[in-house]
């Protein structure tokens, strides 16, 4: 066993790992390909992993969890805080001292015969004055191999801590026996540690993502001057060659990764705009030296949700999976050795695998209402494949931003776009964003879900005291702070279709929202903020859409406002006292308005 750095406080701590869970072997990870190789070969040849075909997918495996272990499990994911208040209403929360006792047992051995893996990494680039070091531990070649590409992890990791430094987040995994019954994650915020055990399953087991880079991060954030935020960043280049850059917020199933990879329509692309995806679901949001606001994507690759991603959808996404790519609960086409999802095409293989492990004909088995691929199967793959990569995306300083947005899924209620009046404003429209849940989530359809900033599931403390920060952070910034606006892709007709187009248009809007930031164009004042002129929105090369269309997705209906603000109201009620007091205000100012 070879340590890889010479910082006592990361050493003691993997010792008292090591004595708690007693693994047979020790190997910590220096990042190197000869390393990476020889794990994904064993992991193939204890079937862990299985190789997909090497000349179609080069460098891609594929793994299946167990049918009990798919997806992010919210009831069993805690905040631990000494105070049960700075949890807040919207975490699950236990004290410390007792979720260490529940859990010390359950780690106490269960590494016995398993090799421990120690994983250094980097969210963020190497050197960046934004980036933080990283830990974990775990008894999994996936955690491993996935790590490798969600994070910057080997010996180059400890650059940024040093010798010295005890700021590492300190990440503890063990897959145990994959029992539901007694699955975890873990966070204790006030000691920089993530407990996680029982899963073997994406994000509640790389607990760089939505853990670290999330839920202690937002929390470092608060008491750091800084943001940790659950947001796309994408810079849009004009014909000029100038890059602007924008960081979005959408709840799941709102088009986050379409947007953070959007091709520009023609009558754009012509003219010589392009889109550069910095990332596509985490930012790290800090004042640079010149006072403006930064923004890093803390992660090296994307975890993306298969079914539903094609040529069509998301060009720019699938293009990234096609070498050394992790499929995770994809199907498998046994006649050549590649992966398939629902949608990715109309041509089911007939010769499939499916999720689970059962040999199949696939279009019998889909016309008999399965899933060939589970519908939150997963895709892991380096950023650097993508086609639309930023160039700045290793930049150590990050991105200037010049607007936040924010979105959800209305059918009625939110127009296609609007800005706020200013950062505090803008800060009561990101608390109040909501969706509405379509068939396939509940089988209540149009029920309104509050998900404020889209951190709802992610906030690592009280998010009465989170918006707190957001005000804070808007007077430190001050007139150099982004403009903040709230978008709608899904205003629907009476018949239920969308009208606004989405995908790659949604360009249009953007390029609205860019000459908002630089004062180039007007704007028109409503109850609920300031909205574009109709005829400023490009409508130029759009089938069916019209001026006037746009007029009508621009409409806002004040009775349902007016309703819109008694949800709001009591959605607010679950915070007490750690509201804040201009949100309170904001809300009357827009009753006021709706008069």
Known sequence: ???????????????????????????????????????????????????????????????????????????????????KEDAGP???????????????????????GRTMYVIPYSMGPIGSP???????????????LNMAIMTRMGVQAFKNLGDSSNDFVRGLHSKADVDPEKRYIVQFPEDNTI????????????????????????????NEGWMAEHMLILGIEKPNGEVKYVTAAFPSACGKTNLAMLIPPETYTKKGYKVWTVGDDIAWLKPGKDGRLYAINPESGFFGVAPGTNEKSNYNALASTRKNTIFTNVAINNDDMTVWWEKLDKNP????????????????YIAEGNHLAHPNSRFTAPAENCPCISPEFNNPEGVPVSAIIFGGRRAKTAPLVYQSFNWQHGTFVGSIMASETTAAATGAVGVVRRDPMAMLPFCGYNMGDYWGHWLEMGRILGDKAPKIFNVNWFRTDDDGNFIWPGFGDNMRVLDWILERCEDAVDAVETPIGYEPKPEDINVDGLEGITTETVRGLLSVDKQLWLDEAKGIEEFYSKFGDKLPKELADELSSLKERLG
């Open 1 to 83: 066993m070879t340590l890889l750095t010479k910082n006592p406080n990361v050493n003691k701590w993997v010792d008292e790992m090591i004595a708690l869970t007693k693994p047979d072997k020790v190997v910590w990870l220096d990042g190197s390909e000869e390393q990476l190789d020889a794990l994904r070969a064993e992991a193939c040849a204890t079937g862990e992993m299985i190789k997909l075909n090497e000349e179609k997918l080069p460098g891609c495996l594929y793994h299946r969890t167990l049918p009990n272990d798919v997806a992010r499990v919210e009831d069993r994911t805690f905040i631990c805080t000494s105070k």
């Open 195 to 222: 407990w996680s055990i029982n899963s073997a399953y994406g994000g509640n087991v790389l607990l760089g993502k939505k853990c670290f880079a999330l839920r202690i991060a937002s929390y470092q954030g608060k």
């Open 90 to 112: 919207t975490n699950n929360w236990c004290d410390p001292k007792e979720m260490y006792a529940k859990l010390t047992p359950m780690y106490d051995g269960v590494m016995k």
């Open 130 to 144: 934004l980036a933080k070091v990283g830990v974990e531990v775990t008894d999994s070649i996936y955690v491993v």
């Open 349 to 364: 293989p007939v010769n499939a695998t499916e999720w689970k492990g059962a040999k199949v004909n696939g279009p019998e």
